[in-house]
């Protein structure tokens, strides 16, 4: 039986699909409260008609009309190209901005919303299966659901696994697995992990370091030239990301590792991949902060730094679906930031309301189009107001916005970076 760290039943109040199995553990039977256990009513027979049985209000053939029925909403969506301009809202407003009426799109050119992960219609579209870290759960059996390492020593920091990860079975009964936390290597005990420091002679995750700003450093890495790290590194990823498997190849990808200076080295933070030719505009592939660095702001530094490298490419992206729920959670509110912060920095001219598009939105932050609309209305900012579109900023969102940049100290400076992209589309350059 799942259970959480704690000892209470992962299951009492939500289905097994329902609940994240991060920190999932079995307990012994001795943690168990039998005293507690609710078992399952017996549903009323439901009434007959023509004799024959009726089908229950939860039926999936009855869902399955419900989602058929499902009409385009009625509230329009705002045209990708229609300026916007500044207009009170109520007195109440420091800043609000209006856009000219234009066509009415299509619903399925919003992208996904908040909740949505997979495809529109309800079928998830096939898994990828090029990649090093893939989102596919076709293995999700008895033995992956688990987590299986018990606690991971990189470097000065001990860390417990929250998934699991494919690591050799002879190391997962381990009580400790210790990993070199400059080239990812691992080895049974502590004393392989000290013969191995005296041979190996990094300091720094192998790659070119195209970015230093203080003690913040990024490395690219190539995945097939550095084969052997990459692999490493998407192994120690695995057991902090649930919804992805693991494939070997990770030649397709370029891994852009963050750390941390000291004068012992370059210590790993966290890193983002994305594939070296994407058809979808991704941007990033996987994204992870190691959890002794979570909640300090470094996970929208990776995101910054993703977006940094697609304006240098002359490009728009988003990350790969779907996210975690931290992932959703860091990409939502950078999303909102950062729109929030060009709306605010509009300035009128001539007496007139500022004016802007949703597409050059996405050309100023290299935002995809599709995240700038869905994060629109994840904020409640547009409206339709006599003929126009209407983008409220209400003073409560402008004081929030101020508070929360206030707390955001780490920022990218552009000037740091020396990136100069390649055109992977030349398979020589593999």
Same mark, same amino acid.
């Given at each position: 039986?799942?259970?959480?760290?704690?000892?209470?039943?992962?299951?009492?109040?939500?289905?097994?699909?329902?609940?994240?199995?991060?920190?999932?553990? %079995?307990?012994?039977?001795?943690?168990?409260?039998?005293?507690?256990?609710?078992?399952?009513?017996?549903?009323?027979?439901?009434?007959?008609?023509?004799?024959?049985?009726?089908?229950?209000?939860?039926?999936?053939?009855?869902?399955?009309?419900?989602?058929?029925?499902?009409?385009?909403?009625?509230?329009?969506?705002?045209?990708?190209?229609?300026?916007?301009?500044?207009?009170?809202?109520?007195?109440?407003?420091?800043?609000?901005?209006?856009?000219?009426?234009?066509?009415?799109?299509?619903?399925?050119?919003?992208?996904?919303?908040?909740?949505?992960?997979?495809?529109?219609?309800?079928?998830?579209?096939?898994?990828?299966?090029?990649?090093?870290?893939?989102?596919?759960?076709?293995?999700?059996?008895?033995?992956?659901?688990?987590?299986?390492?018990?606690?991971?020593?990189?470097?000065?920091?001990?860390?417990?696994?929250?998934?699991?990860?494919?690591?050799?079975?002879?190391?997962?009964?381990?009580?400790?697995?210790?990993?070199?936390?400059?080239?990812?290597?691992?080895?049974?005990?502590?004393?392989?992990?000290?013969?191995?420091?005296?041979?190996?002679?990094?300091?720094?995750?192998?790659?070119?370091?195209?970015?230093?700003?203080?003690?913040?450093?990024?490395?690219?890495?190539?995945?097939?030239?550095?084969?052997?790290?990459?692999?490493?590194?998407?192994?120690?990823?695995?057991?902090?990301?649930?919804?992805?498997?693991?494939?070997?190849?990770?030649?397709?990808?370029?891994?852009?590792?963050?750390?941390?200076?000291?004068?012992?080295?370059?210590?790993?933070?966290?890193?983002?991949?994305?594939?070296?030719?994407?058809?979808?505009?991704?941007?990033?592939?996987?994204?992870?902060?190691?959890?002794?660095?979570?909640?300090?702001?470094?996970?929208?530094?990776?995101?910054?730094?993703?977006?940094?490298?697609?304006?240098?490419?002359?490009?728009?992206?988003?990350?790969?679906?779907?996210?975690?729920?931290?992932?959703?959670?860091?990409?939502?509110?950078? %999303?909102?930031?950062?729109?929030?912060?060009?709306?605010?920095?509009?300035?009128?001219?001539?007496?007139?309301?500022?004016?802007?598009?949703?597409?050059?939105?996405?050309?100023?932050?290299?935002?995809?189009?599709?995240?700038?609309?869905?994060?629109?209305?994840?904020?409640?900012?547009?409206?339709?107001?006599?003929?126009?579109?209407?983008?409220?900023?209400?003073?409560?969102?402008?004081?929030?916005?101020?508070?929360?940049?206030?707390?955001?100290?780490?920022?990218?400076?552009?000037?740091?970076?020396?990136?100069?992209?390649?055109? %992977?589309?030349?398979?020589?350059? %593999?």
């Amino acid at each position: 039986m799942r259970g959480d760290p704690g000892g209470s039943l992962a299951s009492e109040l939500l289905p097994f699909s329902a609940v994240n199995k991060r920190l999932d553990e %079995w307990v012994t039977h001795d943690r168990l409260d039998l005293k507690k256990i609710q078992f399952p009513k017996k549903e009323a027979k439901t009434p007959t008609k023509n004799g024959l049985p009726g089908s229950r209000p939860g039926s999936p053939e009855r869902e399955v009309k419900r989602k058929v029925e499902v009409v385009s909403p009625a509230t329009p969506v705002p045209s990708e190209t229609a300026p916007a301009s500044v207009f009170p809202q109520n007195g109440s407003a420091r800043r609000a901005l209006a856009a000219q009426p234009g066509r009415k799109r299509k619903s399925n050119c919003l992208g996904t919303d908040e909740d949505s992960q997979d495809s529109s219609d309800g079928i998830p579209s096939a898994p990828r299966m090029t990649g090093s870290l893939v989102s596919d759960r076709s293995h999700d059996d008895i033995v992956t659901r688990m987590k299986n390492i018990e606690c991971i020593e990189l470097g000065r920091h001990r860390l417990k696994p929250w998934y699991f990860s494919p690591y050799p079975q002879e190391l997962t009964a381990l009580p400790v697995l210790y990993l070199c936390e400059f080239c990812l290597k691992y080895g049974k005990s502590l004393k392989c992990l000290q013969r191995h420091l005296t041979k190996c002679d990094l300091r720094h995750p192998p790659g070119n370091e195209i970015y230093r700003k203080g003690t913040i450093s990024f490395f690219e890495i190539d995945g097939r030239k550095n084969k052997s790290y990459s692999q490493n590194l998407c192994l120690l990823a695995k057991c902090f990301l649930d919804h992805k498997t693991l494939y070997y190849d990770t030649d397709p990808f370029l891994f852009y590792v963050m750390t941390e200076y000291d004068c012992k080295g370059f210590h790993i933070v966290g890193y983002f991949s994305k594939e070296k030719e994407s058809t979808e505009d991704y941007n990033v592939a996987c994204i992870l902060t190691l959890p002794p660095y979570q909640r300090r702001g470094y996970g929208k530094l990776l995101i910054e730094f993703s977006y940094e490298l697609s304006k240098v490419e002359g490009k728009t992206g988003t990350p790969e679906k779907p996210l975690s729920d931290l992932g959703l959670l860091s990409y939502r509110s950078y %999303w909102s930031q950062t729109i929030l912060e060009i709306l605010m920095g509009l300035k009128s001219e001539s007496g007139e309301r500022p004016q802007i598009t949703i597409n050059e939105i996405s050309e100023i932050t290299s935002i995809k189009k599709e995240d700038v609309i869905s994060t629109l209305q994840y904020l409640n900012l547009i409206n339709y107001y006599k003929g126009q579109y209407i983008l409220t900023l209400s003073e409560d969102i402008v004081d929030g916005h101020e508070r929360a940049m206030l707390k955001r100290l780490l920022r990218i400076d552009s000037k740091c970076l020396h990136f100069t992209p390649k055109d %992977w589309s030349k398979r020589g350059k %593999w």
